[in-house]
């Protein structure tokens, strides 16, 4: 019976975490547009709803609202950009209000939901770039990954000492014939 309500604890506890992450967030919309479809032809696919997410550059507050400059990332199934270094190339966010550049800050990684709402060329440096812009409906801040802690193995301590590997019996274990 134990066995059984700690499983089913488990089972809770991990659905709850999974669900603090926003439903419009979670699901991915019906047709996928791709950042490299959309600069290729941000006037065909203006209004298209799109779950694009990556890695924050910068954040630009605008009396009305905030623009984040994003470089994109592959998302999980759940929507989480992926940790890799490839990328097809950064999109502008536009979402409505202040978002603060202390919480929202360079190399956070941010999934965002909403609608293709045109291009705009900037600069990135010296080198003159189109974004191509998303109105945020929804934008997801995850939180910053755990690094694992490596395992630690001291070869020199036995848990079974003075009895050895499993329970060692001298009179019912001879490994070599009398």
């Not at 992926?82 to 919480?103: K, Q, Y």
């Not at 999934?111 to 293709?116: D, E």
């Amino acid at each position: 019976m134990t066995r059984m309500m700690l499983w089913s604890l488990l089972a809770s506890a991990w659905l709850t975490g999974c669900s603090s992450v926003p439903e419009a967030i979670r699901h991915a919309p019906e047709t996928a547009v791709t950042l490299t479809e959309a600069r290729g032809a941000p006037e065909q696919y203006r209004g298209a709803t799109v779950r694009w997410g990556g890695t924050i550059v910068t954040v630009r507050n605008l009396k009305d609202e905030s623009v984040i400059e994003i470089v994109s990332r592959r998302l999980e199934s759940y929507g989480r950009p992926l940790e890799e270094d490839r990328s097809d190339g950064r999109f502008l966010a536009t979402v409505r209000g202040f978002v603060d550049p202390a919480i929202f800050a360079a190399g956070r990684e941010v999934t965002v939901r909403g609608t293709i709402a045109g291009s705009i060329e900037q600069s990135i440096g010296e080198h003159r770039y189109r974004f191509v812009q998303v109105a945020a409906e929804e934008a997801y801040l995850w939180p910053p990954r755990v690094e694992p802690v490596p395992y630690y193995y001291d070869p020199f301590w036995d848990p079974w000492y003075p009895w050895g590997w499993p329970y060692y019996r001298p009179y019912y274990y001879r490994p070599y014939p009398r």
